[in-house]
């Protein structure tokens, strides 16, 4: 099977404050099937570490005040386009992320408010027909 996972799972360090969401069920699944990493905010242009953001009225915004929704969908897109290519049959994605959330994000307040709705790559990855999930309903 082909799965493609966000890449701080796989322990890439290009989370928002430089570390990473290092999980022991991607490293399992990365010993049976061809894995491709991939980190949309990153691809998108954002510097590792960066101000942490979230998805405020649909325009991703930096805790700053500072609007990055161009770098977050250009990463998005990015990351639809490697799909495309690699047909993965699963993408697994970090919870709650502004970028790889898949069923939850936060609210734009900065406040650990959760809300219903995907972050903007996990988004588009659905509307193109691609079968995500949380990291955290992952089941193997
Ligand atoms: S954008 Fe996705 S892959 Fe990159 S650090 Fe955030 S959750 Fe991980």
Redo the contacts with the bound molecule.
Sequence with gaps: MKIMV????AGEN???NGGN?RNEKILSLMEKHEVIT?????MGGLPTPRVPSEVKDGVVTARDGRIVDHEFRT?AAKCLEIALREQPDLIV??SR?P??GVKERYDGTFTKTIVKGAGV?AQLLMENGFRCVDVEDLEI
């Design positions: 966000s890449a701080c799972l290009c989370k928002y969401n991939v980190c949309p905010e990153q990463g994605l970090q992320s970028s790889c790559t």
